[in-house]
């Protein structure tokens, strides 16, 4: 069964930092775009950062400048790096793959970011 598992989450001050992974097994990623998203209750899911299979990145204004999306595909796994963050970024924060060859999207369950002030 394919999935993704993300981790790195928890529980941090404003201003600190954190990474997140995003570990994929028996997907391999790079065939992949991969995202991050992310969800606070009774919203709608957020895009957060976006990589494509060739390196094109694409970040919401919110995102630019403070978090960084990488992959490494010879891990298969995808980063999520959030720096200065702030009580509005708190979320459960989920990676995604999209095939688009396929139109496959894959869904992790995501990792619960806590930002206090």
């Known amino acids: 069964q394919v999935s993704l598992e993300e981790s790195g989450g928890g529980l941090v001050q404003e201003g600190e930092s954190l990474r997140l992974s995003c570990a994929a097994s028996?997907?391999?990623?790079?065939?992949?775009?991969m995202s991050w998203y992310r969800q606070v209750p009774d919203k709608e899911r957020e895009l957060v950062a976006t990589?494509?299979?060739?390196?094109?990145?694409n970040y919401p204004d919110f995102a630019k400048g403070r978090f960084t999306i990488t992959r490494d595909n010879a891990k298969n796994t995808v980063y999520l790096q959030m720096n200065s963050l702030k009580p509005e970024d708190t979320a459960v924060y989920l990676c995604?793959?999209?095939?688009?060859?396929?139109?496959?999207?894959?869904w992790g369950q995501g990792t619960q970011v806590t930002v206090s002030s």
């Open positions: 995604k793959a999209d095939s688009p060859m396929t139109g496959r999207a894959v």
């Open positions: 028996t997907l391999d990623i790079s065939a992949y775009d």
């Open positions: 990589i494509k299979r060739f390196g094109m990145l």
